[in-house]
């Protein structure tokens, strides 16, 4: 584990971690020293190049850097005394892979894609920039400002605004910042960037991206972002109007009326002790100083809690207003598309009308249908069995019929027809035991015989 330079060992925010052979001296030597040509060894000349572009990418990142120069990769990779020779060659390296930009060229056109980057090169770009790139890859004395030109690392600088996206705008969607109170933001969600040019690159990036919108200042000659525009929802208009700005005022007069109460409640509260600590010495008249003094500070306190009671009353009145507006465009739109699906599906009252008419008209008709239907079925079936009923009858050798009617109610029960001869055939066939057959069984069946 080794710390980096004294710039970033006292932010708090830890240390970063080298790899594991950072601390061999022999295998370090070699990483340090200058490239010898790729044709001798591709394969170690690939591994070495690897090595330096994984740890710059490394580095960058965890300290929130996607602007740096030649001199701070030097410093910051410093081994006691000895300095890495060979990080001119993987600068180069990752310029022509289009890995870095030039600081100066990305804020000049951060849209700019890398196709167009040859055509700005020698076309668009002004000739003090040409200058500056010959005179460092030409000069050998100019070698020293050679190494404080800036760069962008293109990954690291999305990788840092993917997570302002995700920690930061996320959480603070249809708000107007101060480039400082964004800062603050970034810093309270634990995002590390290391400087105020680093904050300009990643918010160039995120505008370009059409994720925010910038508004900027010119002061002492410079062009600075002054304020920043998170839109409430992806396709917002992200240009700042008189409106956003007129917010933006209310809101900042708000948290300095705030502070200001926070600030008399102290004094109140200093008077207060006062007071009371120059009664316990019997002085009066001093006692009564502070007393006038707490007061004053109440009526002061007073009139601020008013004006921000009224100035919260419109800060309240303009979201309402902004809401009630989104749900008319919502209601204006829900209209027109019912209007136009009404129409296209033909949906009249006279139209709906005539079809339901002759929706009850098919109705009857398919209920008369089922009706009749229904009649035939039960007439075949009672046909049926009747038929049925005979042709187990003659099967069965019987003379008698028996009438049963199968379309009685449920709860009535079928009649059944039988001669007086059938019934004394039908007790002489029942099998009784000895002495169960008292004399008035017996005497019932003689008189039916002799009937």
Known sequence: ??????????????????????????????????????????????????????????????????????????????????????????????????????????????????SAWLVNSLVKRPLSWSWAKIKYSVVAEDLEASSLVEWVHLDVLNNICELITEKVLSENSGKLLHFDAFKSLCKSQEVRIHSDNDFRA??????????????????????????????????????????????????????QLLKQLENLEEEIKVNDDKARQYMKENKRQMAKTYLRKRHLLEKNHERRSIALHNIESLLSSVDEAQNSGVVMDAYKIGSNTLKKVLSDSGLKYDNVDEVLADVRDTLDQHREVQDTLSNSVVEGVSQEEDQLEKELRELCGETSKVFINPLINNNDKPEVVITDEEMI???????????????????AVKTLQGL
């Open 1 to 114: 584990m080794m710390s980096l330079a004294s710039g970033d060992e006292g932010n708090g925010k830890g240390q970063f971690s080298f790899p594991a052979c950072w601390k061999d001296n022999a295998i370090m030597q070699l990483q340090f020293a200058m490239f010898r040509s790729r044709d001798l060894d591709t394969e170690d000349y690939d591994a070495k190049m690897k090595f330096w572009k994984d740890l710059i990418g490394n580095y960058l990142e965890f300290a929130g850097r996607p602007i740096f120069s030649l001199r701070d990769l030097q410093l910051q990779f410093m081994r006691g005394v000895q300095l890495p020779a060979c990080l001119d060659t993987v600068i180069m390296e990752m310029q022509q892979r289009k890995q870095i930009r030039y600081r100066s060229e990305f804020e000049h056109d951060p849209a700019n894609s890398w």
């Open 202 to 255: 990643c918010l160039l990036a995120l505008n370009v991206r059409q994720i925010i919108g910038l508004e900027f200042k010119t002061e002492k000659g410079l062009r600075q972002i002054h304020l920043i525009k998170i839109p409430k929802k992806q396709g917002d208009d992200l240009n700042i109007s008189q409106e956003d700005h007129a917010v933006h005022n209310l809101q900042n007069t708000q948290a």
């Open 425 to 443: 055939a039908m007790l002489q066939e029942l099998e009784v035991e000895d002495g169960t057959v008292s004399q008035s069984s017996t005497r």
